[in-house]
């Protein structure tokens, strides 16, 4: 007997459309997919867009929606007991991905100038709640995190609780890098990426600094990254058309019990980004011959040690860098840091600030 739900997307913004219709023309296998979202007009036009593009290419869709607010207590139990998915991708936050592209306030100063950590608690919120829930129902479900997983699925597994991986991010410079590579085969690309090595590739190539990832084909390390993917040219804004097709080969390959390799973020809750292998059932790190996990753990997590947000093995969430001087600067209580178990609590004094910076000019 087919599954009610396949893959359960959360979320109705354009990252959980991209995700729906790019399933919608990819799976060739019969595939049951549910988007559910607190937007009633925004799911209506999703599933309209993702059936008319499953018409077109001839894909055998099975598509359903939900309107549910994650933000109400039990909402996202319910739904997960009633539709129990092989998999669940999460789409959903509360803080848009947008806001590396924004500016004219104090707020949007702030993550210009601290860094993508300063949402992490608004980024790892509605993941937590879903992955709690998830648990308390003993699903066996794969819940994949596309809200910022380099440090938000840290926050996640520090509670105890189940996230699998994060798609986009890393995922993003891997399948543009690979786009350029030539030969029949092509080489075979492993990478170490921290999010905050793609920012040189949104600039002009002239204009492109700092650390690039660290890049191997066919198991020989890039020496000049920035020079081998010159021609790779990312947006100032979230590049969707690539990370939210990211993870789409993945959770095809989840939902139909097939092995996959690739690239993601957070596996496991580790700190930055990796190269991956899917097999059986199970996720494990597929890192270069001479590499070992705790080498390219430690290389991730060297990013957010200088600017950003570490979740210590206490359970401590501190922040480091530039990130802590401008949150000290606006509120020396959150600059602290917090345990990761008082994420909610965390959250809401984070939303009473950020919405006093957001009615502050920058």
Known sequence: MARACDILIFGSGSFAQRIACDLASTGREPIAVTIAGRNAARLAWIATAARARAHRFGRPLDLATYEVDLAAAGAAGALLAKLEPAVIMQAASVQAGA????GGNAWTRLVAEGGLSATAVFQALLTA??????????????????????VANGIVTGMGLPVLCGIGNIAIL???????????????????????NITAWRRAQVLRFGPP????????????????????????????????ASGVTLMLAMAH???????????????????????GGRIGLDLPEGLDREAAMAWNLQFEARNGLVVGPDGRARY??????????????LAVGFDVADLEQVGQAMGVLRDRLLARRA
């Open 129 to 150: 709640r879903i992955a709690r829930a998830t648990a308390d129902l003993g699903l066996n479900s794969s819940l994949i995190n596309g809200c910022f997983p380099d």
């Open 257 to 279: 019990g097939r092995d996959w390799t690739g690239h993601v973020p957070g596996p496991m809750g580790l700190p930055g980004g990796y190269p991956i292998a899917w097999k």
């Open 213 to 244: 990832p660290r890049a191997w084909l066919d198991g020989a390390e890039i020496d000049d990254v920035y020079a081998r993917f010159a021609a790779v040219q990312l947006t100032p804004e979230p590049v969707i058309d690539i990370s939210g």
């Open 174 to 196: 891997a399948h543009a890098f690979a786009g350029v590579l030539c030969g029949d085969p092509r080489p075979k690309l492993q990478m170490l990426c921290h999010y905050q």
């Open 320 to 333: 480091a860098g530039r990130l802590h001087d401008a949150l000290k600067a606006e509120s020396p209580d």
């Open 99 to 102: 806001v590396i592209a924004a």
